[in-house]
């Protein structure tokens, strides 16, 4: 069949790839073959927007060889000669770089072409992974054009990347090329700078050698300053070269640099959390307060709906900004098997039952983890047989919520009281627990659900923290985890534990280590052992402990901070203003939007209380009066 409408693939290009081009090609613009057999839907379905096409959009597409340096473009359609005024003689062979060049003989990219996106773009590239989003392309005659650029990756059978396809949804682009927004300054190098950091022209050609006095780092355009420098550093860091002189103030203030900060620092998954909230506040602010927790207070949310029939023992875990819940034990250790919703994004929040085609057995004393955004994950806990350690997958934003069990070759013991959390929005990780017979376990496993076929595996260890149930687990560094607290096994007893521990996951050979935390200075105390505690990863990677089953007169409203990344941890008490929990035992906690943490449910020594949320806010939620810091 031939591909009527598109540009000629580069002449030499041999048959499998020229048959590979044809079929990628035909797939993203609707085309095809015959019929087509339907394919027999997969156990984790795909997201409704995993398709190649944009409909009734004509798309420019452009594919690009991954196996070779710097992805030379091999094909391009019509619709990308006639939206980019280039020939398809004039791009193969060439990176797709050039439409960031107003003029065909640039050598560097427009100033206005936000440098964040190039950078992620090339961190997709490099990592294999897809990428979405906008970026400012310019005509063969320099009229400027949004590119709505979609980059996926086309693997071999052996999983390699092979090649790269780009669908480009080209719209006229309504901004003021004479207006100045990246960089900042234009600096040359016959300026120099007085004490106050202040610029003035020099008369004359002057060598910049005669200005040796001049600090050599200024001298660097703003581009290398901002993108090889400042975005390498952590926002309080920041902050603080920020008083060097006005250039590099100037420069701080920058949202682009800020965001950049922040996405380095905290990775992308965390900064497109935020997104929404720097709306309000700005990447400057919003990262001074999760930095310096300056306006972290409690409040207490009212929902409306109830989580009915009352239940103890449940699990929870947020999808977004969604709190969702599953199972539980009910009246007389009844087990479980509902799901609830609660949609922090409407106008007025309540819980609503999800109406799903089947659900998991019931139980209680299992986890609830999120993947992907919209995928929920059950594993383990008490159900009407007995322990289970079975894994089911409900997708959230399904047509028709369905929970699959998910089958991975040989699970993990049957157990309850474990913990668990996901890495990198892929991998569940389950640790620790208690048998059917009452035996605590020290065993870790890891499960990559983005796989066609998920399979368990287990951590291999020399070296294990002493075996113990109740306690947490916390995501930092992307796949570093702190393990904290629970009741854990002591020679022939079995003692609540204040001890934390570390080990990433993506070592070749992972490694557990004890944290010798030191007491801060400021509100510095350890916290008292505990289990049946929650954890919660802060943005900036910090980790808060609250609550829990304590021995003792101690409270267990107190909030305690750590950063496991430190080389030298230290515990501090945060004094958080506002109204808290009066309970904080057998509660849920659950991170929403980066920036809010929702507890629920609880003890508070006498009945089980279910339907009331509090809400600790680690940013303003009001409109700041300044938007600078």
């Known amino acids: 069949m031939a591909m009527e409408g598109v540009g000629e693939p580069a002449k030499g290009l041999a048959g499998k790839k020229r048959k590979f081009v044809k079929e990628t090609v035909d ?90 996106i190039v950078s992620e773009i090339r961190r997709c590239l490099e990592a294999g992974v897809e990428f979405q989003g906008e970026l400012l392309n310019f005509r063969k005659d320099g009229t400027p054009l949004v590119n709505r650029l979609r980059l996926s990756p086309i693997r071999a059978d052996g999983g390699t990347v092979t090649h ?31 004490i106050s950091g202040k610029y003035s022209p020099v008369s004359g050609l002057v060598s910049c050698t005669q200005h040796q006095d001049t600090c050599g780092i200024l001298q660097l355009s703003d581009e290398v300053l901002a993108h090889n420098i400042l975005s390498r550093l952590t926002p309080r860091d920041v902050a603080s070269v920020g008083s060097v002189c006005r250039r590099i103030r100037q420069l701080t203030k920058n949202e682009h640099v800020r965001k950049m900060v922040c996405q380095n620092t905290w990775g992308r998954e965390v900064t497109g959390t935020l997104e929404q909230m720097t709306r309000k506040l700005g990447w400057g602010r919003l990262a001074r307060e999760l930095t310096t927790l300056e306006a972290v207070s409690w409040r207490k949310l009212t929902v409306g709906g109830a989580v009915e029939p009352s239940r103890c023992n449940f699990s929870a875990c947020a999808a977004g900004n969604r709190l969702v819940l599953f199972g539980g034990e009910g009246v007389n250790m009844q087990p479980m098997d509902d799901t609830f919703v609660l949609n922090l994004d409407a106008e007025h929040p309540e819980w609503r039952r999800v109406s799903v085609k089947s659900s998991p057995p019931g139980r209680w004393g299992h986890t609830l983890s999120c993947l992907n955004g919209s995928w929920m994950v059950v594993f383990g806990g008490c159900g009407r047989q007995g322990l289970l350690n079975d894994v089911f997958v409900l997708d959230l934003d399904a047509k028709q919520p369905t929970w699959k069990e998910v089958s991975g070759g040989t699970p993990p013991l049957p157990r309850s009281w474990h913990s668990s959390c996901t890495v990198e929005g892929s991998t569940l990780v389950v640790s620790g627990g208690c048998t059917e017979a009452g035996v605590l376990l020290s065993d870790m496993y890891l499960l990559d659900l983005m796989k066609d076929k998920p399979v368990w595996r287990e951590v291999p260890t020399s070296w294990a923290p002493p075996s113990r149930l109740g306690h947490s687990l916390s995501v930092y560094g992307r796949t570093k985890i702190l393990m904290f607290g629970g009741l854990a096994k002591s020679g022939h007893l079995q003692l609540r534990s204040g001890e934390a521990y570390t080990i990433d996951v993506e070592d070749e050979k992972p490694k557990w280590r004890q944290i010798e935390c030191s007491v801060g200075s400021q509100n510095g105390v350890a916290p008292p052992p505990r289990l049946d505690h929650v954890a919660v990863t802060m943005p900036c990677g910090r980790i808060i402990i609250f609550g829990g089953s304590i021995a003792g007169l101690h409270s267990p409203s107190q909030l305690f901070l750590i950063d496991p990344s430190e080389e030298k941890p230290s515990w501090r008490i945060l004094n958080v203003p506002g109204q808290p929990p009066k309970f904080a035992w057998g509660h849920s906690t659950c991170v929403v939007g980066g920036t809010r943490v929702l507890v629920l449910g609880g003890h508070t020594g006498e009945e089980w209380i279910l339907n009331e949320l509090h809400e600790l806010c680690l940013a303003s939620r009001q409109e700041p009066q300044d938007p600078d810091p």
């Open 164 to 194: 790269v396809i780009g669908i480009q949804i080209f719209s006229e682009a309504k901004i003021d090329l004479n207006r100045v927004s990246y960089p900042v300054f234009k600096e040359k190098c016959q300026q120099q700078s007085d």
């Open 27 to 116: 797939a993203a613009e609707g085309g095809g073959g015959g019929e087509a057999e339907e394919e027999e839907e997969s156990e984790l379905p795909l997201r409704p927007y995993e398709s190649f096409n944009y409909p009734l959009i004509p798309s420019a597409i452009v594919v690009s060889d991954a196996l070779e340096p710097d992805f030379p473009i091999i094909y391009v359609n019509t619709m990308f000669e006639l939206f980019t005024g280039y020939r398809a003689n004039e791009v193969l062979g060439r990176n797709c770089r050039f439409l960031q060049y107003r003029d065909p003989h640039a050598q560097r990219r427009h100033p206005l072409v936000d440098p964040v």
